[in-house]
């Protein structure tokens, strides 16, 4: 199964600054996707990122505060930009391994904003 | 809209007890259905998946589930729980639509087991 890199694993930040979060996937994979899982909620889907085309956003979340990256098939970034104390959550990096087989998730990135 | 509900939010058990989590869903058509658990700590790891076929599910570590297309549900079952399945548990459907692979997932169930 893919192995998932997400970094960092947690930060805290001031409000109005913005943060990257990476995810690194050791095989190739055609899609990758970004969770947003707020405190005592669900995990909902911010965006699908396949390489070489734009991400595609899920209802509520735009391109202007949460810019996302694929340059290629192991590595994908999401930024949340201008943080306000709302985008406290934790965001979680997935990658459908392809041939029928179930999402693999990151360990997340727990995030604080002050 | 596409929804997934997990009626118990909390689930304190002791050792050797029974579980069960429920899990409904709404979405008409052919769907793809699994449990993920969150160990403390740790990240999401699948339980185990429904795509089709037999309708009752065996994952690791015990647990199974059953599919009830006419209830539109996937409960998660484990005949009796250990103090390590202490851990949130979600269920997660995938609306099998041409080209959709978005994932929905319900709000979790922590489950505590009393050693």
């Known amino acids: 199964s893919a192995v998932i890199s997400q970094k960092p694993s947690r930060d805290i930040c001031q409000r109005g600054t913005s943060l990257t979060i990476q995810c690194q996937v050791d095989s190739q994979v055609t899609m990758m996707f970004w969770y947003r899982q707020q405190p005592g909620q669900s995990l909902t889907l911010i965006a699908t990122a396949n390489q070489g085309s734009e991400a595609t956003y899920e209802s509520g979340f735009v391109i202007d505060k949460f810019p996302i990256s694929r340059p290629n098939l192991t590595f994908s970034t999401l930024t949340v930009s201008n943080m306000s104390p709302e985008d406290s959550s934790i965001y979680l990096c997935?990658?459908?391994?392809?041939?029928?087989?179930?999402?693999?998730f990151g360990d997340g990135t727990r995030l604080s904003i002050l | 809209a596409q929804s997934v509900s997990q009626h118990n939010h909390h689930v304190i058990l002791s050792e050797a007890a029974s579980l069960e989590l429920g899990c409904n869903y709404s979405?008409?058509?052919?769907?793809?259905l699994f449990w993920y658990v969150q160990y403390p700590g740790q990240h999401l790891q699948l339980l185990l998946k429904?795509?089709?076929?037999?309708?009752l599910v065996k994952g690791i570590k015990g647990f199974e589930a059953e599919f009830i297309k006419s209830k539109f549900s996937f409960n998660l079952r484990k005949p009796s729980v250990q103090w390590s399945d202490t851990a949130e548990y979600f269920c997660?459907?995938?609306?099998?639509?041409?080209?959709?692979?978005?994932?929905?997932f319900g709000t979790g169930t922590r489950l505590k087991v009393l050693a």
């Open positions: 997660a459907v995938n609306p099998y639509t041409s080209g959709t692979y978005k994932y929905i």
């Open positions: 979405y008409g058509g052919t769907v793809n």
């Open positions: 429904y795509f089709s076929g037999d309708p």
């Open positions: 997935s990658v459908d391994p392809g041939g029928n087989q179930p999402q693999h």
